[in-house]
Every structure is written in structure tokens, then in C-alpha cells.
């Protein structure tokens, strides 16, 4: 049996294992440990050396014992010890108990962190052979696990379809940016063709002498097709049914016209009132179903981040197509290094996917931004 682990994982498992080291003596003492109270007496410049009080207990022996500590306590304060030995013992406080053991496993975790980010590139695995105790690194491998939890996600459909401005809203419902959501709403729009770029050769500066190609943006060719849009897709809709093609600092010049400078309407009078009666929220926050949903598509897109070096194989490429169609365009949301690696897989191959899945990725690297 091999275990692979990441460097997320190898950094979470060494700073456990630094705080084990230096916690064991602590942890043992409180299961062990005798309580009772002592006295701390401050030592003077002329006796101290690498501390500055002394303590001294009783224990249950009825021997007088002590020891010396850095500490801020006068007076009497508990004391735990070792009853087999009590020369082990502690101040029982949070500052000299707990406190000190934490600087010293965060000080030691520096370089440890320093090392996992360094010993592991990016996506390289630390790979354990439990069998002959090797180890070795590398790219993540394809387990038996993976390949089951492929086949169940590519058969599964999410249990309830959402579009890319609902996703960004489950990620964040205290999302006060109108300006995003307005973004990958219209990118939704491009890719499924209600609105389309179109090119034209202006003149950008009253002194130049040549006009320049620029992109415009106005409605496509499934505007017609409009019965499956929501309120705050056909909202944006309407800033270019009266005109032929906007340039893209114009379509934020026409929103702030109609929703306020930073869009305030549009958040108040549109879509705050559609996830009020949304099935995926309950008073503007996520309901059982909107966390569901959340839930599965995350558990995708990151499945896909992991392991995409193995779904671009010719075994995986087609089933891998079938996800990214289960996801309702929600692929926007995979990383761009790794929607890269994709989006070349398929071209290469385009004879095997369907094209409206290839027409719709490829037009994805065309982003409207509202500048």
C-alpha cells in the first residue's frame, strides 16, 4: 500500500507533529499530574540566572521542592507535578503551561514550512511505500479511489442546476460587490450566445491618423431565445436592446446610469429579491439545498484542479467533457492554469467532443469586463 500526500497535507501533518513533540510533556502531566499551590518568590539580579523566580511546593510526600521559571506571578499559584517524581513540575498557568510550548512549536514550524514548500513543488506528491517504507515524490497518482470517485460524479447530475451568478452568491451571500456578479453573469450571457463581440475599426484618438480595431459588444443570436433567463439576466439584457453594440466602457457607463455608481440598484431592486424567493436560499443566506449544491460543485472543481493531469488521458478525456456539461457552466470557476490544460485537450481532440461544449470553453477566453 502507498499513501500519497500533497504539500497542503505534509505541511498540516509535520506542524500536528511538531505540536505533539512539544506538547507530549504537557499532555502526560495532565494525566498524571498532582495539583497544588506554591509560592513564587522573585529573584534578584544577583541570584537570578537564566530565570527570574523560583518556585516552591510541597508535595504530597510532604518534601518541600523546587524550581525556577520566567514568570510574571507573586505570591502563591498553582503548581502540577509528577507525584513518581516531583522534581518534574510546572506553574499551572496559561503563560508558562501553554503559552511558551506554542512559541516554540511556532518557531520550529518556520523552517519546517520553509522545507514542505520547498521539498514540494505545486502539484508534486509525497508518495509513502507503508510496504518497503520508501519514499519518493512526484506528480499525484490515479487510485482505485479516484476512479470511483470519477465514475460517481460524472453519473451524478448536480441535484439541482445553477447558473454561475448563483454559484459566486452560494460562495459568498454577503457578496456586496453588485460589480462581480454582474461580470460572470454576462459571461454566461457570451458563452450561450444572447449577447456576442463583433469588432469594429474606430477612431480611438481625435489625432490619429488610422482607425483601430476595437471589440463591441451588442445582442447575439439566442436573444430570441430568452424564455430560460432570469430576472438579473434579462436586467442586463435590456441596456442593449436599444442600441446596436456597445464598446465595453460603455456597458458600465449604461449600468451606472441605470443602477447608481457602484450598481446599488441593481442589488437592492434585482438581486437581492430574486435569492429572496430563490429554492437554494432562506432569508438571503444558503438553505440545506443551496449547501448541497455548493457542496458539489466545489467537490468538482476542486476533484477536477487535482487530478486534471490524469482526466486529459484518452481514457478520461471524453468522460471529463461529460462532467464539464454536468456543470452547468460553473467550469468559469476552475483555476486558469488548469482550465488552460483543458481547453487545449479538447481542441486537439474536437472531432470526439461534442462542438457546442468546445464552442462554448473556447469562447470563455474572450472575458466581457465592465471596465
Known amino acids: 500500500m502507498t499513501l500519497q500526500i500533497g504539500r497542503l497535507k505534509l505541511f498540516i501533518i ?15 502531566m495532565l494525566l498524571i499530574g498532582k495539583q497544588t499551590n506554591g509560592t513564587v518568590f522573585k529573584l534578584s539580579a544577583f541570584t537570578a540566572g537564566e530565570h527570574n523566580s523560583r518556585v516552591n511546593f510541597i508535595a504530597e510526600n510532604t518534601i518541600e521542592y523546587r524550581f525556577e521559571v520566567n514568570s510574571n506571578v507573586k505570591g502563591t499559584a498553582k503548581v502540577i507535578y509528577d507525584p513518581e517524581n ?105 458563452i450561450h450566445k444572447y449577447i456576442e463581440i463583433t469588432t469594429k475599426l474606430v477612431q480611438v484618438n481625435k489625432t490619429d491618423d488610422k482607425q483601430k480595431p476595437r471589440p463591441f459588444v451588442r445582442l447575439g443570436s439566442n436573444y430570441a431565445q430568452e424564455v430560460n433567463l432570469t430576472p438579473i439576466e434579462r436586467e442586463l439584457l435590456t441596456i442593449f436592446s436599444s442600441n446596436d453594440s456597445l464598446r465595453l466602457h460603455e456597458i458600465r457607463m449604461k449600468l451606472q446610469q441605470k443602477f447608481g455608481p457602484e450598481f446599488e440598484k441593481f442589488h437592492t431592486e434585482v438581486v437581492k429579491p430574486y435569492f429572496e424567493t430563490s429554492a437554494l436560499f432562506n432569508q438571503s443566506k444558503p438553505n440545506e439545498l443551496g449547501k448541497q449544491v455548493l457542496s458539489e460543485v466545489n467537490a468538482r ?28 457552466t460553473n467550469w468559469l470557476f476552475i483555476p486558469t492554469e488548469t482550465f488552460d490544460k483543458i481547453k487545449s485537450a479538447l481542441v486537439q481532440r474536437k472531432d470526439e467532443i461534442d462542438s457546442e461544449l468546445i464552442a462554448k470553453i473556447t469562447s470563455a477566453y474572450q472575458r466581457i469586463a465592465i471596465n
Open 86 to 190: 516531583p522534581a518534574d513540575a510546572y506553574l499551572f498557568n496559561f503563560m508558562n503551561f501553554v503559552l511558551e510550548k506554542i512559541i516554540f512549536s511556532l518557531l520550529a514550524a518556520i523552517p519546517s514550512t520553509i522545507f514542505v514548500f520547498f521539498f514540494l513543488k505545486k502539484n508534486q506528491y509525497l508518495f509513502i511505500d507503508l510496504k518497503r517504507f520508501k519514499f519518493s515524490k512526484g506528480l499525484k497518482r490515479w487510485t482505485e479511489q479516484d476512479a470511483e470517485t470519477f465514475k460517481h460524479i460524472v453519473k451524478e447530475p448536480l441535484t439541482h442546476a445553477i447558473k454561475p451568478f448563483e454559484y459566486a452568491y452560494l460562495v459568498n451571500s454577503d457578496l456586496k460587490s453588485s460589480g462581480k456578479l454582474i461580470a460572470i453573469t454576462l459571461q454566461y450571457l457570451f
Open 301 to 328: 472543481i476542486l476533484f477536477i484542479e487535482k487530478q486534471v493531469d490524469d482526466l486529459l488521458s484518452d481514457t478520461h478525456l471524453k468522460e471529463l467533457s461529460v462532467l464539464l456539461e454536468k456543470l452547468h
Open 14 to 28: 509535520s506542524v500536528i507533529i511538531l505540536f505533539l513533540f512539544f506538547f507530549a510533556p504537557n499532555i502526560r
